[in-house]
């Protein structure tokens, strides 16, 4: 993934770009679907491991 793209699509980030805090780190993204997308994708992970304890 290259810095200039989005972190859940690898399209191009412009000036609307969004910060998202996952897992201790801020990635951004293109829009608010791939954030949710991220934020999502990190509850149903925790959610797992909690599961497995």
Request: hydrophobic share 35%; glycine share 6%; charged share 30%.
């Amino acid at each position: 993934m290259k810095e200039n793209t989005c972190a859940a699509c690898d399209c191009e980030l412009d000036a609307t770009r969004i910060a998202v805090k996952i897992g201790g780190k801020t990635v951004e993204v293109c829009c608010e679907e791939c954030a949710e997308a991220l934020r999502e994708a990190e509850t149903a992970t925790r959610t797992a491991q909690s599961a497995g304890k």
